[in-house]
C-alpha cells in the first residue's frame, strides 16, 4: 500500500538559533532561539528507542541533540542498548513522569510499545514515531524513511552490479513493519528482472554474528549465489564477514544498509559493493521540530484545530535515502 509523503520542504521553515543553552542528556550547549520567538529552554523533548549500542543510532542522538541547540530546548535520548522491549517501554513510562515534558519521539520497533504510546497521548504528551512507525498507535505523525522506496532503491542497485541475472539472498529481522516494508522494496525491484531469483530470506536477529552465519549457511545452501540484499546495519556486516571468510569477496556481490564507518570501510576495501545511507538525523531532527511548532506555533488551518479534530502537522515525512558506494564513500566517514 503507498503512503502519501510530505516532502521535507514543505515542513515550517527551522529557526535560526542565536542565544546558547545547555541541552540535558545528549544534548550538548549550542545557540537556541529564533527571529520567529525566544528559546524555550524549559521545554523538553526525549526519544526513546532501543539498540542505542549500535553504530546507526550514533545519528539518531546527533539529530536530538542538533533539535535542542537549534530550537532552544531541553532534549534527551533514552532507552536500552540492546533490542529489549520491555525495557524500552519502561524507559517510555519513565519518560513521562519528567518535568516540563513537551512531546516523545518513539522509534515504532514493536507493536508491544502502542499502549505506552497511547498513555503519553492520553496524559497530553504528543508522540512522533521515527524510523520505523506504529500507525495504529495514537501517534500524531511518523517521521522516517520511505522503508519501500528503500528497498526498491537497493534491490536496483543490486540488480545493476548483477547485470539482471543470478540468485539472490536478502537478510533481515522478521517482524519489524519498517524492514518488511524494504523486503518487499526488493521483491519488486528484483521482479523486474526475470534472470534474479531471490531464493531465501535469511533472519539477522538484528546480530552481525547471527548474520555472518546465516550468510556462511546460505552460500553452502547455495553455491552459486550471486548477490546479498540486507535491509538493517547488521546484516551487512555479517554477510561482508561470511563472504570474506569463504574467499568470494567481489563474487557475491553485497548492498548492505545504512553508513556506518565499518561498513564504509568495506567498501573501500570491495567487500561490499554498495549500501543504502538513510538520512538518519532527520528524523529525530524534524520529529523535535513537529513537536515543538505544536506546543509553540499554532497554525490555524480551521477557526477552532482541537474542536476539529485537526493536528495541525504533518503525519509522514519521508526522509529518503542515498546510494553510497566507492565514488562517494569518503563523505560519510565518522572521524
Not at 21 to 30: L, M, P, Q
Not at 187 to 199: C, E, H, K, Q
Not at 293 to 315: E, F, Q, S, Y
Request: glycine letters at 10%; one cysteine or more.
Amino acid at each position: 500500500m503507498k503512503k502519501l509523503l510530505v516532502p521535507l520542504a514543505l515542513l515550517a521553515v527551522v529557526m535560526v538559533a542565536t542565544s546558547v543553552v545547555k541541552n540535558r542528556g545528549n544534548a550538548a550547549a549550542g545557540p537556541a532561539g529564533s527571529a520567529a520567538g525566544p528559546a524555550h529552554r524549559d521545554q523538553l523533548y526525549v526519544e526513546v528507542s532501543a539498540l542505542g549500542n549500535l553504530d546507526y543510532f550514533y545519528d539518531h542522538k546527533l539529530g536530538m541533540k542538533l533539535a535542542g541547540e537549534h530550537f532552544g530546548v531541553a532534549t534527551e535520548y533514552v532507552g536500552p542498548a540492546a533490542f529489549d522491549m520491555t525495557a524500552m517501554v519502561t524507559a517510555l513510562e519513565q519518560a513521562l513522569a519528567k518535568p516540563n515534558l513537551k512531546g516523545l519521539v518513539v522509534v515504532g520497533f514493536e507493536d508491544t510499545l502502542i499502549p505506552a504510546i497511547d498513555k503519553a497521548v492520553a496524559q497530553g504528551v504528543p508522540v512522533v514515531t521515527v524510523d520505523a512507525d506504529l500507525p495504529q498507535s495514537k501517534r500524531i505523525a511518523f517521521v522516517g524513511t520511505g522503508n519501500h522506496q528503500a528497498g526498491l532503491a537497493g534491490g536496483r542497485k543490486l540488480a545493476e552490479l548483477l547485470g539482471g541475472r543470478g540468485k539472490v539472498a536478502l537478510m533481515t529481522k522478521p517482524g519489524q513493519s519498517n524492514l518488511e516494508e524494504r523486503v518487499q522494496g526488493y521483491r519488486d525491484a528484483l521482479a523486474d528482472s526475470p534472470g534474479i531469483t531471490v531464493v531465501q530470506v535469511a533472519d539477522t536477529r538484528s546480530d552481525q554474528n547471527v548474520a555472518a552465519q546465516a550468510a556462511s549457511a546460505l552460500m553452502e545452501k547455495y553455491p552459486d549465489l550471486a548477490g546479498i540484499g540486507c535491509v538493517e546495519a547488521a546484516g551487512g556486516q555479517g554477510a561482508a564477514t561470511a563472504v570474506r571468510e569463504a574467499g568470494r569477496a567481489g563474487q557475491v556481490r553485497i548492498v548492505a544498509m545504512d553508513r556506518g564507518n565499518e561498513i564504509l570501510k568495506l567498501i573501500d576495501e570491495g567487500v561490499v559493493d554498495a549500501s543504502v545511507a538513510q538520512q538518519t538525523a532527520l528524523m529525530p531532527y524534524y520529529a523535535v521540530q513537529i513537536l515543538y511548532n505544536l506546543a509553540n506555533r499554532d497554525v490555524a488551518i480551521t477557526t477552532d484545530n482541537a474542536k476539529a479534530g485537526v493536528a495541525g502537522v504533518p503525519t509522514l515525512v519521508d526522509t529518503g535515502v542515498i546510494i553510497v558506494d566507492r565514488s562517494n564513500y569518503q563523505f560519510y566517514l565518522r572521524q
